[in-house]
C-alpha cells in the first residue's frame, strides 16, 4: 500500500506563506513597543497597546473569515487576506503618532487573523487525512521557526539600522507571503465558491460547535506559553542567565523538530489521547524546572522539555478541532480555534503582568506547573470523558 503524499508543492507554498505571515508578526512584536517608547515617548501602556489592538483585530475577524471561506472560496479569502496584511506593512513608514500606528496595527491584524485562518483551512484540505497529524505538525512548525527567527532578525534590524529598515524588511516578508499564497493551486472542486444557503451572522455560522471544547483547553494552556512570550528573557535577568536568554527558544525549537516526526505519526496511528498525557506532563515538568532553573543547564533544560510538551500539544489541538468538524467547516473549526487560543494568549499576557507585580518569576513559573497538571483535568472532562476516540486512519477510511 502506497503512502500518500504529504510534501507537496502546494502544501509546501502553503506553509512558506504561513511562516512569512507569523514571521512578520514577531518580527513586530519585540521591536514596535520599543519604537514607539523611543520615537513617540509613549507610555508601556500605550506601547503595549500596539500588540493588543493587533491581536484584538485578528480575534474579531477570524469568526467572519471562517464563514467567508465557505462561502467564497479558501484561496479568494486567502489572496484578500494577504494584500490586505502586505498592503497594511507599506503604511509603517508614514505616521507621525502613535495614534496612527495602531490604526495600522488594527488593519495589520485584520489581514493577518483572516490569513492565518484560511491558511490552516487549505493545509488540513491539502493534508492526506490519514497523516493530518503529521501534516500539521509539519505545518505548525513554520509558525515554531517564525517566532525563534522573528525576535532576532527584529532586533537586529531596529538595533543596528534603524527603523526605516526594519519596516524595510517587514514589507519584503509580508510580500513573500503574498507571493508564496499565489503560487497555491487548490484542487477544483475547493476553487469553487459555495452556495450562502445559511443566514448570515448566526451563532452557528461564526464559530464551529464541535471545536469549541478543545480550543478552550488550548486556549486555557496558551495562558501559560504567554507567560514565557512575555517574562523568560526578564527571569533569565532576574536569575543572572541573560547571556543565555536569547537560546531559550532556539533550544524549544531544536527539541520541537526533534519530536516532529515521530509525534506527528503517533498521533495519525493512536489518536490525540496517546500524544496529550505524556506531552502535558513534560509541560508540566518544563516548568517546575524552569522555575527552579539555577544555571544554564537547568534553563535550558526546562526549554528542551517545554518544546517537547507544549510545541507537541498545539498541533495536536489543532489537528482536533478540525478533525471533528465536517470537511465544508474545516475553515469555521479553523477560525474557532485560532481566535480562543489567541483569546488565550491576550488575556494571559495581561493576567500574568499582574500576577507577575506581586511574586517573582520563579514562584510565578512554579504555579504555572499545577495550572498545567489541571489542564490536563479539562482536556479530561472536555475532550477524552465525551467520546471513545477513533483513530484518524479509521476516519479516513469511513469518508
Given at each position: 500500500?502506497t503512502k500518500?503524499?504529504?510534501?507537496?508543492?502546494?502544501?509546501?507554498?502553503?506553509?512558506?506563506?504561513?511562516?512569512?505571515?507569523?514571521?512578520?508578526?514577531?518580527?513586530?512584536?519585540?521591536?514596535?513597543?520599543?519604537?514607539?517608547?523611543?520615537?513617540?515617548?509613549?507610555?508601556?501602556?500605550?506601547?503595549?497597546?500596539?500588540?493588543?489592538?493587533?491581536?484584538l483585530?485578528?480575534?474579531?475577524?477570524?469568526?467572519?473569515?471562517?464563514?467567508?471561506?465557505?462561502?467564497?472560496?479558501?484561496?479568494?479569502?486567502?489572496?484578500?487576506?494577504?494584500?490586505?496584511?502586505?498592503?497594511?506593512?507599506?503604511?509603517?513608514?508614514?505616521?507621525?503618532?502613535?495614534?496612527?500606528?495602531?490604526?495600522?496595527?488594527?488593519?495589520?491584524?485584520?489581514?493577518?487573523?483572516?490569513?492565518?485562518?484560511?491558511?490552516?483551512?487549505?493545509?488540513?484540505?491539502?493534508?492526506?487525512?490519514?497523516?493530518?497529524?503529521?501534516?500539521?505538525?509539519?505545518?505548525v512548525?513554520?509558525?515554531?521557526?517564525a517566532?525563534?527567527?522573528?525576535?532576532?532578525?527584529?532586533?537586529?534590524?531596529?538595533?543596528?539600522?534603524?527603523?526605516?529598515?526594519?519596516?524595510?524588511?517587514?514589507?519584503?516578508?509580508?510580500?513573500?507571503a503574498?507571493?508564496?499564497?499565489?503560487?497555491?493551486?487548490?484542487?477544483?472542486?475547493?476553487?469553487?465558491?459555495q452556495?450562502?444557503?445559511?443566514?448570515?451572522?448566526?451563532?452557528?455560522?461564526l464559530?464551529?460547535?464541535?471545536?469549541?471544547?478543545?480550543?478552550?483547553?488550548?486556549?486555557?494552556?496558551?495562558?501559560?506559553?504567554?507567560?514565557?512570550?512575555?517574562?523568560?528573557?526578564?527571569?533569565?535577568?532576574?536569575?543572572?542567565?541573560?547571556?543565555?536568554?536569547?537560546?531559550?527558544?532556539?533550544?524549544?525549537?531544536?527539541?520541537?523538530?526533534?519530536?516532529?516526526?515521530?509525534?506527528?505519526?503517533?498521533?495519525?496511528?493512536?489518536?490525540?489521547n496517546?500524544?496529550?498525557?505524556?506531552?502535558?506532563?513534560l509541560?508540566?515538568?518544563?516548568?517546575?524546572?524552569?522555575?527552579?532553573?539555577?544555571?544554564?543547564?537547568?534553563?535550558?533544560?526546562?526549554?528542551?522539555?517545554?518544546?517537547i510538551?507544549?510545541?507537541?500539544?498545539?498541533?495536536?489541538?489543532?489537528?482536533?478541532?478540525?478533525?471533528?468538524?465536517?470537511?465544508?467547516?474545516?475553515?469555521?473549526?479553523?477560525?474557532?480555534?485560532?481566535?480562543?487560543?489567541?483569546?488565550?494568549?491576550?488575556?494571559?499576557?495581561?493576567?500574568?503582568?499582574?500576577?507577575?507585580?506581586?511574586?517573582?518569576?520563579?514562584?510565578?513559573?512554579?504555579?504555572?506547573?499545577?495550572?498545567?497538571?489541571?489542564?490536563?483535568?479539562?482536556y479530561?472532562?472536555?475532550?477524552?470523558?465525551?467520546?471513545?476516540?477513533?483513530?484518524?486512519?479509521?476516519?479516513?477510511?469511513?469518508?
Amino acid at each position: 500500500m502506497t503512502k500518500s503524499k504529504l510534501w507537496t508543492k502546494d502544501f509546501i507554498s502553503v506553509s512558506l506563506s504561513n511562516f512569512f505571515l507569523f514571521l512578520t508578526f514577531y518580527i513586530l512584536l519585540v521591536t514596535l513597543p520599543i519604537y514607539a517608547l523611543k520615537e513617540f515617548h509613549s507610555s508601556a501602556s500605550q506601547a503595549g497597546l500596539m500588540t493588543t489592538i493587533f491581536l484584538l483585530s485578528a480575534i474579531i475577524s477570524r469568526p467572519l473569515s471562517g464563514q467567508w471561506l465557505e462561502r467564497v472560496g479558501n484561496k479568494k479569502v486567502m489572496l484578500t487576506a494577504l494584500i490586505i496584511f502586505a498592503g497594511a506593512s507599506i503604511f509603517y513608514f508614514f505616521p507621525k503618532s502613535i495614534t496612527g500606528f495602531l490604526v495600522i496595527r488594527l488593519l495589520h491584524g485584520v489581514g493577518f487573523g483572516m490569513a492565518t485562518t484560511a491558511a490552516g483551512t487549505i493545509v488540513a484540505d491539502l493534508i492526506p487525512t490519514a497523516r493530518r497529524g503529521e501534516g500539521m505538525g509539519y505545518f505548525v512548525m513554520s509558525t515554531n521557526l517564525a517566532m525563534v527567527l522573528g525576535p532576532f532578525v527584529g532586533l537586529l534590524a531596529i538595533q543596528q539600522w534603524g527603523a526605516k529598515w526594519l519596516f524595510t524588511v517587514t514589507l519584503v516578508v509580508a510580500i513573500g507571503a503574498l507571493l508564496t499564497g499565489f503560487s497555491i493551486k487548490l484542487p477544483k472542486k475547493e476553487q469553487q465558491s459555495q452556495p450562502a444557503a445559511q443566514p448570515a451572522f448566526s451563532a452557528r455560522n461564526l464559530f464551529e460547535p464541535s471545536a469549541v471544547s478543545i480550543s478552550i483547553v488550548g486556549g486555557f494552556l496558551a495562558i501559560v506559553y504567554s507567560a514565557l512570550l512575555s517574562f523568560v528573557s526578564v527571569y533569565a535577568t532576574e536569575i543572572h542567565l541573560a547571556n543565555v536568554a536569547s537560546l531559550f527558544f532556539v533550544v524549544y525549537a531544536i527539541f520541537l523538530l526533534l519530536a516532529r516526526p515521530f509525534t506527528g505519526k503517533w498521533l495519525d496511528q493512536y489518536g490525540a489521547n496517546v500524544i496529550f498525557y505524556p506531552c502535558i506532563i513534560l509541560f508540566a515538568i518544563g516548568m517546575f524546572v524552569l522555575s527552579k532553573a539555577n544555571g544554564s543547564f537547568t534553563f535550558l533544560l526546562s526549554a528542551a522539555l517545554i518544546g517537547i510538551g507544549w510545541g507537541t500539544l498545539f498541533p495536536t489541538f489543532q489537528t482536533v478541532a478540525i478533525q471533528d468538524a465536517e470537511p465544508k467547516r474545516r475553515g469555521l473549526a479553523t477560525a474557532t480555534f485560532l481566535s480562543i487560543y489567541d483569546t488565550g494568549i491576550a488575556l494571559g499576557s495581561f493576567l500574568v503582568g499582574l500576577v507577575a507585580a506581586k511574586m517573582s518569576y520563579s514562584s510565578l513559573y512554579f504555579l504555572c506547573t499545577f495550572y498545567v497538571l489541571i489542564g490536563a483535568a479539562l482536556y479530561y472532562f472536555f475532550h477524552h470523558s465525551k467520546k471513545r476516540e477513533t483513530s484518524p486512519k479509521l476516519k479516513s477510511q469511513e469518508q
